[in-house]
Structures are given as structure tokens and as C-alpha cells.
């Protein structure tokens, strides 16, 4: 049973800097697509970042491009999002997500397999 598991939400200042961690279980995460959402209070989850099982392809949604960095720890077992220059509008629970490189970066969730349960990101300004 895949499970992933999220950590490293908070508050934090503007312009400020936090690393979201997602431990996975059940699944080499060297073998799988990985990929970032979050949901802003009343709006709908989108995709933020993805990885491709290689690590040579990586997507950003365009309001993240340039502050936010996917990466993984194959000895952790462990997806990252280190998050810099901090926006309110960054404000949201993120979810960490596990399937098809496609289906990461278009946001088609119904097609993802494993889901993580979310953590808090809030941005004061």
C-alpha cells in the first residue's frame, strides 16, 4: 500500500523561504512521477510542480516558476518543494501526489494513485 505523508507547512513572513517534505512508503520513488498541488481557501487545487521518474523533466506552474524547486532524496524516499521569496497568495494546503507525469502537470487528479494528506502553507504579509 503506497503511502505519502507531508510535513515542513507554517507560517511564514513574506519573502520568506519553507522546504516541504512528502515521505513515501510502499514504492521506490526513484521508479515514479512525483508532483506538488495545493489548494488556496476557495479556490480550486492545482498542480504546482512535478518530477518525472528520472528526475530530467520538471514542471512549474507559472506563478511559481523561479521561487519553488522540486526535488528527491532516492535514499529518503523522500519529494521535496523548497518554496523561496514567499507570497501571500502562496497561502493554501499542499498536497503531495504520486502517478503519471502527464496527469501531474495538467492537474487530472481522478487519474493520480496516491495522495498525501496536505499541509498547511500560510503567508502573512
Known amino acids: 500500500q503506497v503511502q505519502l505523508v507531508e510535513s515542513g507547512g507554517g507560517l511564514v513572513q513574506a519573502g520568506g523561504s519553507l522546504r516541504l517534505s512528502c515521505v513515501v512508503s510502499g514504492r521506490t520513488i526513484s521508479s515514479y512521477d512525483m508532483g506538488w498541488f495545493r489548494q488556496a481557501p476557495g479556490k480550486e487545487?492545482?498542480?504546482?510542480?512535478?518530477?518525472?521518474?528520472?528526475?530530467?523533466?520538471?514542471?512549474?506552474?507559472?506563478?511559481v516558476k523561479g521561487r519553488f524547486t522540486i526535488f528527491r532524496d532516492s535514499a529518503k524516499n523522500t519529494a521535496y518543494l523548497r518554496m523561496n521569496s514567499l507570497k501571500p497568495e502562496d497561502t493554501a494546503v499542499y498536497y503531495c501526489a504520486s502517478g503519471s507525469y502527464y496527469f501531474l502537470i495538467n492537474g487530472i487528479e481522478n487519474n493520480l494513485d496516491a495522495w498525501g494528506q496536505g499541509t498547511l502553507v500560510t503567508v502573512s504579509s
Open 45 to 63: 487545487r492545482e498542480s504546482v510542480a512535478a518530477m518525472d521518474w528520472s528526475g530530467d523533466s520538471t514542471f512549474y506552474a507559472d506563478s
